[in-house]
T-cell receptor
Framework: EPEVTQTPSHQVTQMGQEVILRCVPI?????FYWYRQILGQKVEFLVS????????KSEIFDDQFSVERPDGSNFTLKIRSTKLEDSAMYFC????????????FGPGTRLTVL | GQQLNQSPQSMFIQEGEDVSMNCTSS?????WLWYKQDPGEGPVLLIA?????ELTSNGRLTAQFGITRKDSFLNISASIPSDVGIYFC?????????????FGKGTKLSVKP
Protein backbone atom coordinates (compact mmCIF):
# COMPACT_ATOMS: atom_id res chain seq x y z
CA GLU A 1 0.00 0.00 0.00
CA PRO A 2 1.44 3.43 -0.91
CA GLU A 3 2.52 5.56 2.01
CA VAL A 4 3.94 8.95 2.85
CA THR A 5 7.59 8.83 3.87
CA GLN A 6 9.59 11.40 5.81
CA THR A 7 13.27 11.93 6.46
CA PRO A 8 15.04 12.21 8.75
CA SER A 9 13.14 10.48 11.53
CA HIS A 10 14.95 12.60 14.12
CA GLN A 11 16.84 15.85 13.68
CA VAL A 12 18.79 17.59 16.39
CA THR A 13 19.93 21.15 15.73
CA GLN A 14 21.28 24.19 17.49
CA MET A 15 19.10 27.23 17.98
CA GLY A 16 19.46 29.62 15.05
CA GLN A 17 20.39 26.92 12.54
CA GLU A 18 18.42 26.16 9.43
CA VAL A 19 16.74 22.78 9.03
CA ILE A 20 15.06 21.13 6.08
CA LEU A 21 12.54 18.39 6.66
CA ARG A 22 11.77 16.16 3.74
CA CYS A 23 8.66 14.30 2.69
CA VAL A 24 7.76 12.09 -0.22
CA PRO A 25 3.97 12.18 -0.60
CA ILE A 26 1.94 9.40 -2.16
CA UNK A 27 2.70 9.54 -5.85
CA UNK A 28 -0.68 10.42 -7.38
CA UNK A 29 -1.71 12.86 -4.68
CA UNK A 30 -2.15 16.52 -5.49
CA UNK A 31 -2.45 18.31 -2.15
CA PHE A 32 0.29 18.40 0.45
CA TYR A 33 0.36 19.51 4.05
CA TRP A 34 2.65 20.06 6.98
CA TYR A 35 1.45 19.72 10.54
CA ARG A 36 3.30 19.85 13.81
CA GLN A 37 2.71 18.31 17.21
CA ILE A 38 4.43 19.64 20.29
CA LEU A 39 5.05 16.84 22.78
CA GLY A 40 1.86 15.84 24.54
CA GLN A 41 -0.33 18.24 22.58
CA LYS A 42 -2.67 18.06 19.62
CA VAL A 43 -1.67 18.07 15.98
CA GLU A 44 -1.70 21.59 14.50
CA PHE A 45 -1.98 22.64 10.88
CA LEU A 46 0.95 24.62 9.45
CA VAL A 47 0.51 24.92 5.69
CA SER A 48 -1.18 23.41 2.67
CA UNK A 49 0.29 23.33 -0.83
CA UNK A 50 -1.32 22.75 -4.19
CA UNK A 51 -0.29 23.41 -7.76
CA UNK A 52 3.15 24.58 -6.66
CA UNK A 53 1.94 27.24 -4.32
CA UNK A 54 0.78 27.69 -0.77
CA UNK A 55 -3.00 27.37 -0.48
CA UNK A 56 -3.35 28.27 3.15
CA LYS A 57 -1.13 28.76 6.16
CA SER A 58 -1.74 29.07 9.85
CA GLU A 59 -0.51 31.70 12.27
CA ILE A 60 2.30 29.36 13.24
CA PHE A 61 3.71 29.42 9.72
CA ASP A 62 5.58 32.73 9.94
CA ASP A 63 8.41 34.10 7.81
CA GLN A 64 10.86 31.61 9.29
CA PHE A 65 9.04 28.78 7.52
CA SER A 66 8.95 27.96 3.84
CA VAL A 67 7.84 25.02 1.75
CA GLU A 68 8.96 23.79 -1.61
CA ARG A 69 8.30 21.01 -4.05
CA PRO A 70 11.69 20.98 -5.75
CA ASP A 71 10.91 18.05 -8.04
CA GLY A 72 8.05 15.71 -8.84
CA SER A 73 8.35 13.66 -5.69
CA ASN A 74 9.73 15.62 -2.74
CA PHE A 75 7.97 18.17 -0.54
CA THR A 76 10.13 20.05 1.94
CA LEU A 77 9.64 22.25 4.97
CA LYS A 78 12.44 24.67 5.78
CA ILE A 79 12.84 26.47 9.07
CA ARG A 80 15.32 29.25 8.49
CA SER A 81 16.44 30.05 12.00
CA THR A 82 15.21 27.52 14.50
CA LYS A 83 13.98 28.48 17.95
CA LEU A 84 13.66 26.33 21.04
CA GLU A 85 9.88 26.35 20.66
CA ASP A 86 10.17 24.79 17.21
CA SER A 87 10.95 21.49 18.91
CA ALA A 88 8.11 19.18 17.92
CA MET A 89 7.09 16.30 15.71
CA TYR A 90 6.50 17.49 12.15
CA PHE A 91 4.11 15.47 10.03
CA CYS A 92 3.68 15.62 6.31
CA UNK A 93 0.36 14.57 4.80
CA UNK A 94 -0.95 14.20 1.30
CA UNK A 95 -4.43 14.08 -0.15
CA UNK A 96 -5.99 12.61 -3.24
CA UNK A 97 -8.91 14.91 -3.73
CA UNK A 98 -9.99 13.28 -6.95
CA UNK A 99 -11.22 10.11 -5.28
CA UNK A 100 -11.35 10.76 -1.56
CA UNK A 101 -10.86 13.62 0.84
CA UNK A 102 -8.69 11.60 3.12
CA UNK A 103 -5.30 12.84 4.24
CA UNK A 104 -2.61 10.27 4.82
CA PHE A 105 0.13 11.10 7.28
CA GLY A 106 3.78 10.23 7.25
CA PRO A 107 5.57 8.84 10.32
CA GLY A 108 6.92 12.26 11.27
CA THR A 109 10.26 13.91 11.92
CA ARG A 110 11.13 14.64 15.52
CA LEU A 111 12.90 18.01 15.61
CA THR A 112 14.88 18.85 18.72
CA VAL A 113 16.28 22.37 18.99
CA LEU A 114 18.98 22.81 21.61
CA GLY B 1 -9.79 29.78 15.34
CA GLN B 2 -11.98 26.73 15.20
CA GLN B 3 -11.80 24.39 18.17
CA LEU B 4 -12.78 20.78 18.55
CA ASN B 5 -13.74 19.59 22.01
CA GLN B 6 -12.83 15.96 22.40
CA SER B 7 -13.83 13.88 25.40
CA PRO B 8 -12.90 12.13 27.48
CA GLN B 9 -9.27 13.24 27.68
CA SER B 10 -8.25 9.82 28.92
CA MET B 11 -9.78 6.52 29.88
CA PHE B 12 -8.75 3.18 31.18
CA ILE B 13 -10.02 0.04 29.58
CA GLN B 14 -10.21 -3.57 30.50
CA GLU B 15 -9.96 -6.08 27.72
CA GLY B 16 -13.40 -6.83 26.34
CA GLU B 17 -14.97 -3.54 27.35
CA ASP B 18 -16.68 -1.21 24.89
CA VAL B 19 -15.23 2.28 24.57
CA SER B 20 -16.87 5.49 23.44
CA MET B 21 -15.43 8.93 22.72
CA ASN B 22 -16.78 12.00 20.98
CA CYS B 23 -15.97 15.36 19.50
CA THR B 24 -18.02 18.50 19.27
CA SER B 25 -17.49 21.80 17.53
CA SER B 26 -19.17 25.17 17.33
CA UNK B 27 -18.57 25.15 13.58
CA UNK B 28 -19.74 22.91 10.78
CA UNK B 29 -17.37 20.48 9.10
CA UNK B 30 -17.87 18.68 5.81
CA UNK B 31 -15.75 15.71 6.77
CA TRP B 32 -14.98 14.10 10.11
CA LEU B 33 -12.07 11.76 10.53
CA TRP B 34 -10.80 9.60 13.34
CA TYR B 35 -7.10 8.85 13.69
CA LYS B 36 -5.08 6.71 16.07
CA GLN B 37 -1.56 7.62 17.06
CA ASP B 38 0.90 5.26 18.69
CA PRO B 39 3.91 6.71 20.54
CA GLY B 40 6.51 8.20 18.21
CA GLU B 41 4.44 7.62 15.10
CA GLY B 42 2.18 9.59 12.82
CA PRO B 43 -1.60 9.55 12.99
CA VAL B 44 -3.13 6.58 11.20
CA LEU B 45 -6.57 6.99 9.68
CA LEU B 46 -9.24 4.76 11.20
CA ILE B 47 -12.50 6.01 9.77
CA ALA B 48 -13.54 8.85 7.46
CA UNK B 49 -17.08 10.25 7.44
CA UNK B 50 -18.33 12.35 4.55
CA UNK B 51 -22.07 12.80 5.02
CA UNK B 52 -24.15 14.13 7.88
CA UNK B 53 -25.81 11.23 9.68
CA GLU B 54 -23.42 8.70 8.18
CA LEU B 55 -22.65 5.68 10.34
CA THR B 56 -19.55 3.76 9.29
CA SER B 57 -17.87 0.68 10.67
CA ASN B 58 -14.34 -0.61 10.34
CA GLY B 59 -14.06 -3.93 12.13
CA ARG B 60 -14.71 -3.28 15.82
CA LEU B 61 -14.80 0.48 15.25
CA THR B 62 -17.97 2.41 14.55
CA ALA B 63 -18.17 6.14 13.98
CA GLN B 64 -21.00 8.52 13.20
CA PHE B 65 -21.12 11.95 11.62
CA GLY B 66 -23.67 14.01 13.53
CA ILE B 67 -26.72 15.36 11.76
CA THR B 68 -25.81 18.93 12.66
CA ARG B 69 -22.30 18.44 11.17
CA LYS B 70 -20.89 19.68 14.45
CA ASP B 71 -20.13 16.42 16.19
CA SER B 72 -18.96 12.86 15.80
CA PHE B 73 -18.46 9.82 18.00
CA LEU B 74 -16.24 6.79 17.83
CA ASN B 75 -17.06 3.49 19.49
CA ILE B 76 -14.70 0.58 19.95
CA SER B 77 -16.36 -2.70 20.80
CA ALA B 78 -14.75 -5.55 22.74
CA SER B 79 -11.47 -3.72 23.26
CA ILE B 80 -8.16 -5.55 23.04
CA PRO B 81 -4.73 -4.53 24.40
CA SER B 82 -3.54 -3.19 21.04
CA ASP B 83 -6.33 -0.61 21.12
CA VAL B 84 -4.19 1.35 23.58
CA GLY B 85 -3.02 4.66 22.13
CA ILE B 86 -4.24 8.18 21.50
CA TYR B 87 -7.31 8.73 19.37
CA PHE B 88 -7.83 12.04 17.60
CA CYS B 89 -10.89 13.36 15.89
CA UNK B 90 -10.31 15.81 13.05
CA UNK B 91 -12.64 18.03 11.09
CA UNK B 92 -12.07 19.07 7.54
CA UNK B 93 -13.59 21.98 5.67
CA UNK B 94 -13.67 22.62 1.95
CA UNK B 95 -13.34 25.84 0.04
CA UNK B 96 -10.62 28.28 0.92
CA UNK B 97 -9.12 26.03 3.55
CA UNK B 98 -8.24 23.43 0.90
CA UNK B 99 -9.00 20.73 3.37
CA UNK B 100 -6.60 21.42 6.20
CA UNK B 101 -7.52 19.38 9.27
CA UNK B 102 -8.40 20.73 12.67
CA PHE B 103 -7.63 18.22 15.36
CA GLY B 104 -9.12 17.56 18.76
CA LYS B 105 -6.80 17.24 21.73
CA GLY B 106 -7.04 13.48 21.77
CA THR B 107 -8.37 10.70 23.96
CA LYS B 108 -5.69 8.59 25.55
CA LEU B 109 -6.67 4.96 25.98
CA SER B 110 -4.76 3.00 28.59
CA VAL B 111 -5.08 -0.45 30.09
CA LYS B 112 -6.51 -0.71 33.58
CA PRO B 113 -3.83 -1.79 36.04
Amino acid sequence: EPEVTQTPSHQVTQMGQEVILRCVPISNHLYFYWYRQILGQKVEFLVSFYNNEISEKSEIFDDQFSVERPDGSNFTLKIRSTKLEDSAMYFCASLDREYTDTQYFGPGTRLTVL
Amino acid sequence: GQQLNQSPQSMFIQEGEDVSMNCTSSSIFNTWLWYKQDPGEGPVLLIALYKAGELTSNGRLTAQFGITRKDSFLNISASIPSDVGIYFCAGQRYGGSQGNLIFGKGTKLSVKP
